[in-house]
């Protein structure tokens, strides 16, 4: 499977998106990451549907809208996403009683359905359900904000789940949130994830430069 960076726009800047978002399109970036929260599945609220909206009239043919929903019951806001733009909705496994009717409904709307679980949930809540996802999210970090440091021990579920699809044939995309930087990139990659999401370490600083320099080790492994 290829491998990609998904940059988090959560650390972007919000006065001035669009030189962000010109910087990602030049780079040759496909996929962005969108992350919108709601104060109560996280402890923080970002941005949501009319933002993503007006970012994929835009520029939407441009790149491949990465929707990580941290919010409480998900299934209620499934259309809206898909109305705002949204390619890829994905869900949290702690935040709805209903995963594989909430999947199932995003994949009847023809987006690809992702699931996400938090570095405390045990991988293996997963394990009736790994048929359904086309992707599966490992937060790397405590949801809610950027900048934190990465979780280590979530390899652990990257290894899992990258072993899973070889025995058994699944096809979900392997996706890391969270901490991801210049130093940990390889071992990330080497533990078996597809898509790197990463935020801070991309707008912080020189982000042309930065996003070449995850790029480079990225496109080692896409070779
Ligand atoms: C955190 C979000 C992340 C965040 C990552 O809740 O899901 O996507 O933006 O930011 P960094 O890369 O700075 O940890
Ligand atoms: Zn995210």
Excluded at 11 to 37: G, P, Q, R
Excluded at 79 to 93: R, S, V
Excluded at 106 to 131: C, F, Q, R, W, Y
Excluded at 134 to 146: E, T, Y
Aim: aromatic share 8%.
């Amino acid at each position: 499977m290829k491998r990609y960076l998904a940059p988090s726009l959560l650390s972007a800047n919000f006065y001035n998106l669009k030189e962000d978002i010109t910087k990602l399109k030049s780079c040759d970036i496909k996929y962005i990451h969108l992350d919108v929260m709601d104060g109560l599945f996280v402890p923080n609220i970002s941005m949501g549907i009319p933002v993503i909206k007006s970012i994929k009239d835009n520029v939407g043919s441009d790149f491949v809208f990465d929707t990580h929903l941290m919010i409480e019951k998900p299934e209620r806001y499934v259309d809206n996403f898909y109305k705002a733009g949204a390619d890829i909705l994905t869900i949290h496994k702690e935040a709805t009683d209903d995963v594989k009717g909430t999947l199932h409904s995003i994949k009847d709307k023809g987006m690809m359905a992702g699931l996400s679980i938090n570095p405390e949930t045990d991988v293996h809540v997963l394990d009736d359900e790994l048929s359904v996802p086309d992707l599966i999210l490992i937060m790397s970090v405590h949801p809610g904000f950027g900048g934190q440091k990465f979780i280590e021990s979530t390899l652990d579920k990257v290894g899992y789940l990258d072993e899973e699809r070889r025995k058994k044939g699944y096809r979900y995309i392997i996706e890391i949130d969270g901490g991801v930087d210049k130093t940990n990139i390889k071992r990330i990659l080497k533990a078996g994830v597809d898509f790197v999401v990463a935020g801070s370490a991309v707008f912080n600083g020189d982000i042309t430069k930065n996003i070449n320099d995850f790029n480079e080790v990225i496109g080692a492994y896409n070779e």
